[in-house]
């Protein structure tokens, strides 16, 4: 049986895991879809609700990947009523990314740039909210990255985060495994997609207990932070309000 990997053993070097979503770019909401069992929207509508959107607002979509959730964001005002800066370091996704957001009509509302978000291109206090979605698991240094996510925001503003995570009660944690051991690993294969998975999995086993990440939240400068398991344990919503 495979033993499980530390959690710097399960990252992979940031140029890896840039080449990695290039990669994976053009299949990667289909199996979003397919993996998730058609929750991601859910998932994505209920962390976009924890963010207190308003019109007029500027919110960061770091790690914003094909757009799903800076599109999720833009669809609570009017086009152009606010703002979302989508930033990702893969141009493949961001190319997705752009074409998603024309074919709904909300490039009033969102700007795609590439960049890394460990160092983000905003100024201090200048954010209303920062949104992440399926990233913070991805990132050689995720302490650091909540830093960074603070430091963009106006006193009062709101970080959330959405990350997977494996259930906690034992019964779910049975389903999870054949779910994540059998079906998705045959997905993968099938759509050639094998190592992107194999990621996926250990990244997912690797990652600190949802106690852990509420630590990283405080001590980057949050207050009221708090995590909230949705379907069964297998994703997790953290939020924290800019302290100050
Ligand atoms: C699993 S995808 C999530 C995409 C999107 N947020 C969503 O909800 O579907 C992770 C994304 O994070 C990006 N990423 C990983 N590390 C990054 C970094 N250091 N800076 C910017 N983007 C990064 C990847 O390129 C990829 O698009």
């Given amino acids: 049986m495979k033993s499980q990997l530390s959690e710097q053993q399960a990252l992979i070097p940031p140029d890896e895991n840039r080449r990695m979503f290039d990669g994976i770019a053009r299949r990667y ?8 069992l058609g929750r991601d929207h859910v998932w994505r509508r209920e962390a976009v609700d924890r963010l207190q959107v308003r019109a007029g607002g500027q919110y960061v979509d770091a790690g914003c990947g094909t757009g799903a959730l800076s599109l999720a964001l833009a669809r609570r005002c009017p086009a152009g009523a606010l703002t979302v800066h ?36 905003f100024a201090n206090g200048s954010m209303d909210g920062v949104i992440s979605g399926f990233v913070l698991r991805n990132l050689s240094n995720r302490p650091a990255a909540l830093v960074e996510w603070c430091r ?51 990244s997912i086993q690797a990652f600190p207990a949802p106690a852990v990440v509420c630590q990283w939240f405080e001590q980057a400068g949050f207050t009221d932070v708090q995590t909230t398991p ?3 344990g297998s994703v997790r919503i953290y939020q924290g309000t800019k302290g100050g």
Avoid: H
């Fill in 29 to 36: 909401d289909l199996l979003n879809t397919i993996i998730s």
């Fill in 86 to 121: 989508g930033l990702d370091f893969s141009a493949a996704m961001l190319q997705e990314g752009g074409r998603r957001i024309t074919q709904a009509g909300l490039a009033a509302s969102i700007t795609l740039q590439q960049g890394d978000a460990l160092a983000l291109p």
């Fill in 152 to 202: 963009v925001l106006r006193p009062g503003g709101r970080c959330v985060v959405l990350e997977l995570a494996v259930p906690e009660s034992w019964l779910m944690r049975g389903g999870y495994r054949i779910f994540t051991r059998l079906v998705v690993p045959g997905l993968a294969w099938l759509l050639s997609q094998r190592q992107a998975y194999v990621y996926l999995l250990d």
């Fill in 230 to 232: 949705l379907t069964f």
